[in-house]
C-alpha cells in the first residue's frame, strides 16, 4: 500500500517559479519510477516528468529546460521555473511498481499572465 500526497501549489505571477513536493508513504521499497503529471479537465492525463528507481530522468518537450524532477528518500519534488499561462492545471504525483499504480489527490497551479 502506497500513499501520495502533494503540496506546493498556488497561483504565481507568469515568470515566476514554484516547487511541488510528494510525499509518499508505505511500501514503496523496490518501485519503478515517480513522477508528475497534469490534466487539463476533459483530457487524459500528460507526463510531465519522470524520475526512475535509478534516477534517471525524462521530461515532456514543452517542460524541458523549465521544470526539474528530483527525489529525496520518500519525498518527490518538481521545480518549476519560468512558468507560463499554459502551465495551469492540477498536477499529480504518481508512483508505479511492477503492478500497480498509485496516485495523489492534486494540487493545482495556476500562473497569471
Known amino acids: 500500500q502506497v500513499q501520495l500526497v502533494e503540496s506546493g501549489g498556488g497561483l504565481v505571477q507568469a515568470g515566476g517559479s514554484l516547487r511541488l513536493s510528494c510525499a509518499a508513504s508505505?511500501?514503496?521499497?523496490?518501485?519503478?519510477?515517480m513522477g508528475w503529471y497534469r490534466q487539463v479537465p476533459g483530457k487524459q492525463r500528460e507526463r510531465v516528468a519522470l524520475i526512475s528507481s535509478g534516477g534517471s530522468t525524462d521530461y515532456a518537450d514543452s517542460v524541458k529546460g523549465r521544470f526539474t524532477i528530483s527525489r529525496d528518500n520518500a519525498k518527490v519534488y518538481l521545480q518549476m521555473n519560468s512558468l507560463k499561462p499554459e502551465d495551469t492545471v492540477v498536477y499529480y504525483c504518481?508512483?508505479?511498481?511492477?503492478?500497480?499504480?498509485?496516485w495523489g489527490q492534486g494540487t493545482q497551479v495556476t500562473v497569471s499572465s
Open positions: 504518481n508512483l508505479k511498481k511492477t503492478i500497480t499504480t498509485y
Open positions: 508505505g511500501s514503496i521499497f523496490s518501485f519503478n519510477a
